[in-house]
């Protein structure tokens, strides 16, 4: 099966590091995101990769290249002007519309060790994968006296859950995919909708998104932690 990178955003919220950087290529441990989630893709048998480039694409795939020094082969959709993440997508159908077993696809901020073999399903549904929704705040528990019993640090939200980012999808998911728009917001609704889409919970998985400054320092410490534990 192929993978998808999405790789082609501007990452205005981690400005003013994604002025002469893209976001993808911004490191963490001293590596790249995007370095992290073809070693992901590669871990999970997933060794022929697309890559959805767009602004400061050249920094990508000077990296990159064609991928052999990370043993996975590379091709490059580019973007001439934003698509989003579904016009990204529909983007890469040439390359991807023989892929009768599905194929998998990744947004380009996510650093994770999401098993992506249990995301498919025999019956090549398509899936998202979620994760619970992690509190960015502390959370104190007390008693119907309001009585303070205990507090939590960023605790997991148990019964909410989020997308990941991580899809699996079939060739059917091109029959929703705007030419420009984001597939959150567009494809991913109407597939619900239409009972063409499923999700597979991932609680215990590490998971992060790249969406601050914040993050970067924190998912460095996680990633040590699971390094260090490997």
Same mark, same amino acid.
């Given at each position: /099966?192929?993978?998808?990178?999405?790789?082609?955003?501007?990452?205005?919220?981690?400005?003013?590091?994604? &002025?002469?950087?893209?976001?993808?290529? #911004?490191?963490?441990?001293?590596?790249?995101?995007?370095?992290?989630? @073809?070693?992901?893709?590669?871990?999970?048998?997933?060794? =022929?990769?697309? @890559?959805?480039?767009?602004?400061?694409?050249?920094?990508?795939?000077?990296? @990159?290249?064609?991928?052999?020094?990370?043993?996975?082969?590379?091709?490059?959709?580019? =973007? %001439?002007?934003?698509?989003?993440?579904? +016009?990204?997508?529909?983007?890469?159908?040439?390359?991807?519309?023989?892929?009768? =077993? +599905?194929?998998? /696809?990744?947004?380009? %901020?996510?650093?994770?060790? #999401? &098993?992506?073999?249990?995301?498919?399903?025999?019956?090549?549904?398509?899936?998202?994968?979620?994760?619970?929704?992690?509190?960015?705040?502390?959370?104190?528990?007390?008693? =119907?006296?309001?009585?303070?019993?205990?507090?939590?640090?960023?605790?997991?939200?148990?019964?909410?859950? $989020?997308?990941?980012?991580?899809?699996?999808?079939?060739?059917?998911?091109?029959?929703?995919?705007?030419?420009?728009?984001? $597939?959150?917001?567009? !494809?991913?609704?109407? /597939? !619900? *909708?239409?009972?063409?889409?499923? !999700?597979?919970?991932?609680? *215990?998985?590490?998971?992060?998104?790249?969406?601050?400054?914040? &993050? $970067?320092?924190?998912?460095?410490?996680?990633?040590?932690? $699971?390094?260090?534990?490997?």
């Amino acid at each position: /099966m192929k993978g998808v990178i999405l790789a082609g955003g501007f990452g205005k919220r981690l400005k003013p590091i994604t &002025d002469n950087c893209p976001k993808p290529m #911004i490191e963490i441990l001293d590596k790249p995101i995007i370095e992290w989630q @073809i070693q992901l893709l590669a871990k999970n048998n997933i060794r =022929e990769i697309i @890559i959805c480039v767009g602004y400061l694409k050249e920094q990508i795939i000077d990296h @990159i290249a064609s991928g052999n020094r990370f043993n996975v082969k590379v091709a490059y959709t580019v =973007e %001439d002007e934003p698509l989003g993440t579904g +016009g990204a997508l529909k983007n890469t159908y040439s390359l991807l519309k023989d892929e009768k =077993e +599905g194929f998998f /696809m990744i947004n380009g %901020d996510i650093l994770t060790n #999401i &098993d992506f073999k249990n995301l498919a399903d025999k019956n090549k549904t398509n899936t998202l994968a979620v994760v619970p929704l992690n509190s960015p705040y502390g959370i104190v528990d007390f008693d =119907e006296k309001l009585n303070v019993t205990g507090f939590k640090e960023k605790p997991h939200i148990v019964d909410k859950w $989020i997308n990941a980012g991580i899809y699996f999808f079939n060739e059917d998911v091109f029959n929703y995919l705007p030419d420009k728009g984001n $597939i959150e917001t567009t !494809a991913l609704p109407e /597939m !619900a *909708n239409q009972q063409k889409l499923k !999700a597979k919970k991932f609680e *215990n998985s590490f998971w992060k998104s790249i969406d601050s400054h914040k &993050d $970067i320092e924190e998912s460095s410490k996680e990633l040590a932690k $699971i390094d260090s534990a490997d």
